[in-house]
C-alpha cells in the first residue's frame, strides 16, 4: 500500500472513534434528561438522516477540491455538532449536526481509495479501512461507556484546572469534552492526508441540476447488473447493523442485566467480529471472486435468532464475535466491487453518494421500524427473530437476483472492465 493510504486509516480511525464514543455519551444525556427509551434509536435516525437529506450535493462536494481538503472540512463541522453538547441544545439536534459532517465526510474517505490505488487493490484496502473502522467501533463504544462509568467519570470530574470553570458538571459531560479531543486528532491527520492529483470537471452549483444529476447516477447504479448486487447488499447490511447496534444494547439490558456502561461493551464485541471478518475476506477473497460470498450473508441472518437462547454473558461474546464476523466477511467484497463498479460507471465522489444515500435511507427505515416496534412494546426476543428473518431472506432474495443476471451476463467480464 501506499504511505498515503496509512495516514488516510488513521484519519478514519480517530474521526470514527469519535462518532461512536459520542453516541454512548448522547445516550447518556438522554437518561439524565430521563427522555423515553424509544428516543434512543432516534439518536441514530437524527445522525443518518443528512445521507439521505445530502446525498446529492456531497457527491460533488467532494469531487470539487482534494478530498483530503474535504476531510478536514467535514470534520470541523463534527466537532461543532460536539460542542453544541455543552450548550443546552439538545442531544437529538446536536447528533444531527455530527450526522451532517460525517455525511459530506464519507465521500472523501472512500472515494480517495479509488483515486490512490488500483483496483486489484480495492478488497485489500476496503478491508483494512473496514477493519479499522470496526476497530474504531469497539474502541469507541468501550471509551464511551468506560467515560460515563462512574469511576473514569469520577476521575476526570475531580481534576480541577486552577482559574478555569470548564462548566463540566455530569459524567456525560466530560465525556463529550474527551470526545472533542479525538476529532482534533483526526483533524491533525487530515491536515497530512497527500493531493493524488485526481482532478474532475467543474461540478454543478445549481442544486437542481446536481439533484437531477445525482437521479441519473442512481439509475446507472440500480440499472448495472453488477451495481445493484453489491449495492442491494451494502444497502441491507448497513441497515441491519446500525439497528443491531440498539438490539443489543436492549438485549443485554433485559437478558443479561447489564448497564449501559457495560452493553456498550457487547457492541464492540460485534464490532470485533467485523473487524476478524473483514480483514479475513481481505486477504482470502480476490474482486472477481466477490461475489461468491453472498450465501454467508444468509449464514449471518440466520444466526441471529440464537441470541434469544442466551442468558449469561460468557456465552454472548462467542456468539456476537460470529455474527459480526460472517457479516464483515461478506460485507468487504461487496463493499469493494461497489467502489470498482461506481468508479467504471462515474466518478469516486458520486458513486460514494449514491451508495451512502441507498444505505442510509435503509438505516432511518429499519432505525424508525424499530424504534415503533419499541414504542408498540415488542418483546426483545421477538424483535431479533423478525431481524434475523428478514436478513436471511433478503439475501436470498439477492443470490436469486443475481442468478438470474448470470443467465444473460458474465459478472467475470464485467468485473474486469476498467474506467475509459
Known amino acids: 500500500m501506499k504511505r498515503g493510504f496509512y495516514t488516510i486509516m488513521a484519519a478514519q480511525f480517530f474521526s470514527s472513534l469519535a462518532d461512536n ?96 490505488l488500483p483496483p486489484e487493490k480495492l478488497v485489500a484496502a476496503n478491508g483494512w479501512i473496514e477493519g479499522t473502522t470496526v476497530g474504531s467501533i469497539i474502541l469507541g463504544t468501550v471509551l464511551g461507556g468506560a467515560l460515563i462509568s462512574p469511576a473514569v467519570s469520577g476521575a476526570l470530574l475531580a481534576i480541577d484546572v486552577p482559574l478555569v470553570d470548564t462548566g463540566v458538571r455530569t459524567p456525560a459531560e466530560v465525556a463529550v469534552l474527551v470526545i472533542a479531543l479525538c476529532y482534533a486528532l483526526a483533524a491533525w491527520f487530515n491536515l497530512r492526508i497527500p493531493d493524488t492529483g485526481a482532478r474532475y470537471p467543474a461540478q454543478h452549483r445549481n442544486p437542481a441540476k446536481l439533484v437531477v444529476e ?29 439497528t443491531l447496534q440498539f438490539i443489543v444494547l436492549d438485549w ?68 456476537l464475535v460470529l455474527i459480526g464476523g460472517l457479516a464483515g466477511f461478506f460485507v468487504v467484497p461487496m463493499n469493494a466491487l461497489l467502489q470498482h463498479r461506481g468508479h467504471v460507471l462515474m466518478s469516486a465522489g ?21 424504534s415503533l416496534l419499541l414504542r408498540m412494546e415488542f418483546e426483545v426476543n421477538v424483535v ?24 444473460r451476463f458474465d459478472s467475470g467480464a464485467l468485473i474486469g472492465e476498467q474506467k475509459h
Open 252 to 319: 443485554a439490558r433485559v437478558h443479561l442485566g447489564m448497564p449501559l456502561d457495560k452493553a456498550a461493551v457487547l457492541q464492540g464485541v460485534v464490532a470485533l467480529g467485523i473487524a476478524i471478518g473483514a480483514v479475513s475476506a481481505a486477504r482470502m477473497v480476490r474482486l472477481r471472486d466477490s461475489l461468491r460470498v453472498l450465501p454467508v450473508g444468509v449464514a449471518m441472518g440466520l444466526l441471529v435468532p440464537m441470541m434469544t437462547l442466551v442468558t449469561a454473558q460468557w456465552a454472548a461474546w462467542p456468539l
Open 21 to 116: 464514543a459520542l453516541l454512548i455519551a448522547a445516550i447518556a444525556l438522554l437518561i439524565e434528561m430521563h427522555a423515553p427509551d424509544w428516543m434512543k434509536p432516534l439518536l441514530k435516525l437524527f445522525f443518518t438522516v443528512s445521507y439521505v437529506m445530502l446525498a446529492p450535493f456531497v457527491g460533488a462536494f467532494a469531487d470539487s477540491m482534494p478530498k483530503g481538503k474535504v476531510m478536514l472540512v467535514t470534520n470541523a463541522v463534527k466537532i461543532v455538532g460536539c460542542a453544541l453538547m455543552f450548550f443546552a441544545v439538545h442531544p437529538l439536534l446536536a447528533y444531527a449536526i455530527v450526522g451532517f459532517g460525517a455525511a459530506a465526510y464519507s465521500p472523501a474517505k472512500y472515494g480517495i481509495l479509488t483515486e490512490l
Open 214 to 242: 445525482f437521479g441519473h447516477c442512481c439509475v446507472i447504479l440500480w440499472k448495472d447488473k453488477l451495481g445493484q448486487i453489491s449495492l442491494a447488499v451494502t444497502t441491507l447490511f448497513w441497515g441491519a447493523g446500525a
Open 384 to 407: 431479533i427473530v423478525m431481524f434475523g428473518s428478514f436478513v436471511a431472506a433478503m439475501m436470498v432474495a439477492v443470490i436469486a437476483l443475481h442468478r438470474a443476471n448470470q443467465r
Open 350 to 370: 458520486h458513486s460514494i453518494a449514491v451508495q451512502n444515500f441507498n444505505e442510509n435511507l435503509n438505516i432511518l427505515l429499519m432505525l424508525g421500524l424499530y
